[in-house]
Structures are given as C-alpha cells and as structure tokens.
C-alpha cells in the first residue's frame, strides 16, 4: 500500500512504527534501519511503515543538480515490501514541508497526522526547517506526543559507513560490482522500451532503448547486464551501451541494452535493467565495421562474465 502524507492514513495503520529516511537505493544500512522498525512493529503487534521522500529535498533545494537517484518509488515500494513492511508513506517533499519545523514534523505530522507509535532512523538522519531536527530532538519531542524513538548505527563496509553517496561514486567510476556489494543487489534501471533511430537493427545488434530518466547516470560505456520483463517476468542476458553513441550524429543520451537469443518485441514494455560488469568506455571507431567488431567482442565477453547468474 502507498500513502501520501497529504492524505489520513488508515485507521488500522495508525500506531504503527515508521522507519523514516530517505532510502534511495535501499542499501544494506537502510535495510537493517527497516528491520529494526518490522521487528519492534511485530513484537508489539503492530504495523511497520517505511516513509521516504519524493521528489528528494536535495532536488528541491538545488533544481539544477544532475540526476542521481539509485531507485525509483515503485521500486522502493517493492523493495519496502519485501522487507516487510506493511505500507509506503511518501512525504512529497515541496515547500510545506522544506518550511516546516522539525518539532513541527514531529508533533504535528507523525503524531498527529500519522499517528505514529515508534520511529526508527539511522543515527545521523536529519529532518525539518533548516535541517534542525535529529535523532535528539526526535525523541525529546516524540516523548511528548506518545512516539517511541530508535537510532541504527551505519552499517560499515571496509572500514566505511555505507551510503548512497559511496554507492553513486562506484557507480560513476565504472564499478558496478562495488555498488552491488553495498546495495547487496545490482543497480537497477526500470524504464519503458521506447523507439530509437534503429542504428543497432542497422547493424545486426538491435537494442531496447530506455531514457535514464531521473536515475544518476553510472559512467558512460559497455556494460554486461541482465533484464527483466516485469509484464511476463522473463529475464534476459545482454550487453549494454550508455551513453550518447559518439559514433553517430546527432549525440543522444540513452541506455541501450541488446538481449542475447532474444528476437521479441520489447516496444512498450517496462524492463528493469541491473547492470553487472563494465565492459569499456564509449569510443568512436574508423568504421562500422570495427564499431561492429568490437560489439561482437564486447557480446562474447558479456556471456562469460554472465554465465553464472
């Protein structure tokens, strides 16, 4: 079930425990923040909410900021409820909220609003006008209104918290491998197949092109990547192009998977493509035909890097 934080939240929702963040790509430190607030909601029989924000303040706050989100909200709602959570808030984040104390948030919107019984965040998770709210002020002010609260400490990875912005940084540096040991699943872009100038069906290679939409863009190349059909659940294997294809004219910005021993029609449909193994950077090649070698090249090495999944 999605909320809005606009809208009443259900009656039998009300007293649930709401683990509260942001949780863009849902990594292993937000994982453990969640199952802190599932299982304190089911020893105390009550509902576990998880509550994120969208669109995230920072694209409020700095419009002009590139993409970089790691996951879209259906796929934090789904990840949210395999985690067990029984529902999704949303706080749509806009000026009414950027404007908004934070004992204001607390009291008003998760006690009075939400009706909330406990809260769960990570330690250094901060909330409210002007960022003023923390763990401290949310249990000072919690104790007035009926709200238990619990901090999680960051989960560590190499001797460092795991975060998003760790995450993004392997992303951008070509390291897919890293982000996945800090998601504990690969980087996942869901998008529908839309229709391209067909360059690859040109050359024997064609691709399912996806707009990157608000999604941080990894760094631009091959990769080796797996796909699912979310209409039929079929999954796919294949190699992929992001990037802005600089062998051709006029420069356009897409992710182009081409699925291996696959001959269907993909237009239309929703896919989620995670992103394994980088393969090289984007280059211009003499000609087609060493543009088409290389792809050949670049198809052999992605079967053998996916020959395990």
Known sequence: MRLSHRDPVPEALRGAIVALGNFDGFHRGHQHVVAEAVDWARAEGRP???????PHPVRHFAPRVPPFRLTSLDQREEL?????????????????????????????????HIGAGGVVTGEDFTFGKARGGNVGVLREVG??????????????????????SRIRDALKAGEPET????LSRPFTVRGSVIHGDKRGREL??????????????????????????????????GAANLGI?????????LLEPFFFDFAGDLYGEELDVAFHHFLRPEAKFDSLDALMAQMERDCDAARALLAHI
């Open 245 to 253: 294809r600089p062998q051709f004219d006029p420069p356009k910005e």
């Open 80 to 112: 949210f409820a395999a985690a067990g959570a029984d529902a999704m808030l949303v706080f749509d984040f806009g000026d009414e909220l950027a404007a908004m104390t934070a004992e204001s948030f607390v009291r008003d919107l998760l006690g009075g």
């Open 143 to 164: 104790a007035t209104c009926g709200i238990g609260a619990r901090a999680i400490r960051p989960v560590g990875e190499a001797g460092q918290a795991i975060s998003s």
């Open 48 to 54: 576990a909410i998880v509550a994120t924000f969208d």
């Open 179 to 182: 982000a996945a040991a800090l």
């Open 204 to 237: 024997g290679y064609p691709t399912a092109n996806i707009d990157m939409g608000t999604y941080l863009r990894p760094r631009f190349g091959i990769y080796a990547v797996t796909g699912r059909v979310l209409s039929t659940g079929q999954m796919l294997k």
